[in-house]
């Protein structure tokens, strides 16, 4: 019960961090004028959603995916093929994005959840890239590597950025309470020991089916709004370097943390959008900084900032008082 109750105090402290960076967010427009910078913030909010979600799968279930971007080009592709052939509304447009990509993930799921470590990732990434390959090739559907146009949700882009941040927010806050429940219990069960939970009497499959759906819901969300946002969806969505570019993010923010996809999604795309003059040398910097996070701090950036805090109180508290 003592690390239960540890694991729930964490996990408060970490949700209260993330809304604090949000809080930043939030108040970013006063400060921050420009239109362009405005709009790394709102495509660092679909990274961020992204992050989320693929941050449910493998940090609190164990389940190593190489389609999160997948799931937000179907939601992206299902608003806009709405939109496109049947005149849709946008609102109508972004629940059928989060029913269209839950669907595709609940079945994928069903296939895959049974496999394990490089089985599940090397199945993913062949899902993804088939997926891919059929929108860059439904040329009369899709209108192929053209991209797809998709009407705009509002017509004032900070209207955008407000909606796209309590989006974010509503996620953030629904994980939350989804994690610190008994969902969350099991899910963590089954990351930290699959054959154990398993002889407790846990679905396994069943759960990690759940989280695998939960999270594909989320990427089309992310998908639908960023979508509507760029008024334009193409086959890039699902490139491999997206995925990437996601599962850095979780690994330099935090994995298995509720403040980490949020932190390291602002943190990496901003900086990628600084480093872009150099190129494909932004790349290079991403991979290094995963290698070093994933061989020297496990625990991301969040893990960091919490291991100089403890290390600072402990001086403090020997330190001689005067």
Do not use: C
Request: hydrophobic share 55%.
């Amino acid at each position: 019960m003592r690390k239960i109750a540890d694991t729930r105090g964490r996990m408060r402290l970490e949700f209260w961090a993330s809304l604090t960076i949000l809080a930043g967010v939030a108040v970013l427009p006063t400060v921050m004028t420009s239109d362009y910078w405005r709009g790394v913030i709102v495509v660092s909010m679909y990274f961020a959603m992204l992050a989320i979600g693929w941050n449910l799968l493998a940090g609190y279930t164990g389940q190593f995916s190489l389609a999160p971007a997948t799931f937000g080009m179907i939601g992206g592709y299902a608003t806009g093929l709405l939109a496109y052939h049947f005149d849709a509304t946008a609102l109508s447009g972004i629940p059928a994005a989060i029913i269209t990509a839950g669907v595709v993930g609940f079945i994928l799921a069903r296939i895959v959840m049974r496999l394990r470590g490089p089985y599940l990732a090397l199945t993913t990434l062949s899902f993804a890239e088939i997926i891919r390959v059929v929108v860059g090739n439904s040329i009369e559907i899709t209108r192929g590597d053209l991209g797809l146009n998709v009407p705009s949700l509002f017509d004032n882009r900070l209207v955008y950025y407000y909606a796209m941040l309590a989006a974010l927010a509503a996620v953030q806050l629904s994980m939350f309470l989804l994690l610190r429940g008994p969902a969350g219990l099991y899910l963590r069960a089954i990351r930290d020991d699959e054959v154990a939970a398993a002889a407790r009497g846990g679905k396994i499959v069943r759960w990690k089916t759940y989280a695998f759906t939960l999270s594909a819901a989320i990427g089309g969300l992310a998908g639908a709004l960023y979508g509507h946002f760029a008024q334009l969806v193409s086959p890039e969505l699902g490139l491999v370097s997206q995925a990437g570019l996601v599962i850095s993010m979780v690994v330099i923010g935090g994995l298995g943390t509720l403040v980490g996809p949020i932190g390291g999604a602002f943190l990496v795309y901003v900086t990628s959008e600084v480093l872009r003059e150099f190129g494909g040398y932004q790349l290079i910097v991403f991979a290094l900084l995963v290698i070093v996070f994933a061989r020297f701090f496990r625990d991301g950036l969040w893990g960091l900032l919490q291991a100089s805090y403890e290390r600072l109180s402990a001086r403090l508290s020997a330190a001689p008082a005067e």
